[in-house]
């Protein structure tokens, strides 16, 4: 493998995402969780990465600096960045950012790479990865190959991440139109139930007034006819109160001409 300077750190998201991916390679390799890994748990990346067992050997040589057997986290996260793309370049980084030649077909064969990876107009530090691309494709074609499959592994996964993430933005939204019809319906359920209850109040205050204006009638008609028999009879106690004054006039007239006769 092909020593070669490093550049300090990628930009945006690519950063993020490489390590991110370096910490889950070394997870893979270090099954045991013992804090650091062997040159043996190197092979546990064949899968993943899809290179051949002695390329891991050579990655792992590579990346041990001090020639202790073992890689530790911070060493093979700022060591294997090289293999994955974070710290890869001849130069320094202003160097490498700037390594742009007039060359459009080579331009052109970067872009057209990006689109076969899917990656095109995805990353927001397209002109730092050309710069790595074609660093590698001048100093390592192996390497460069490699650098394309975890571009090729990370566009998918920014890809698979915005797919869920407007799959879940989906369903909020979803579950929000849920929310608001069911709200919307307890509120017409709601407003229907309130004029239920008011046109139930008023029948009823309607049937109560009913009532007691019949119960009034009622009772007028009684005392009408009530005040009707009193009336009738006060007149038969006045005819019969006649009746006997002109019989006493009678009587009385009758004895005094009996008196006289007699």
């Known amino acids: 493998m092909t020593d070669i300077e490093q550049p300090e750190e990628l930009t945006g998201n690519m950063q993020q995402l490489i390590a991110a991916k370096a910490e889950e390679l070394f ?10 890994i062997i040159k043996k748990d190197m092979q546990r990346l064949r899968d993943e990465l899809g290179v ?37 370049g001849a130069g320094n980084e202003q160097e490498m950012i700037e390594h742009n030649p007039n060359d459009k077909e080579e331009q052109q064969l970067f872009h057209d790479t990006l689109e076969s990876l899917g990656a095109k107009d995805l990353y927001d530090d397209e002109e730092t990865i050309m710069g790595l691309w074609m660093k590698l494709r001048e100093n390592d074609p192996v ?44 509120y017409d359920e709601m407003e229907q139930q ?34 009707a028999e009193i009336t009738k009879k006060q007149s038969d106690l006045e005819m019969k109160l006649l009746r006997l004054n002109l019989n006493e006039s009678d009587t009385k007239n009758e004895n005094e001409r009996l008196q006289k006769v007699g």
């Open 52 to 88: 051949e067992p002695e390329q891991l050997e050579d990655v792992f040589d590579s990346l041990d600096v001090d020639h202790n057997g073992f890689l530790t986290l911070e060493e093979f996260t700022s060591g294997f960045g090289m293999f994955l793309g974070d710290q890869i």
């Open 143 to 186: 390497l460069l190959q490699q650098f394309e499959q975890f571009i090729g592994k990370i566009t998918q996964e920014i890809r698979r991440s915005k797919l869920d993430h407007r799959s879940i933005e989906a369903a909020l939204q979803s579950k929000s139109s849920v929310h608001e019809s069911e709200i919307k319906k307890l």
């Open 194 to 227: 309130i004029k239920a209850e008011k046109a139930k109040v008023v029948a009823q205050e309607k049937l109560k007034e009913r009532e007691l204006r019949e119960q009034m009638d009622r009772e007028l008609r009684s005392k009408e006819q009530q005040l």
């Open 27 to 36: 997870n893979l390799c270090d099954t045991e969780q013992k804090g650091f």
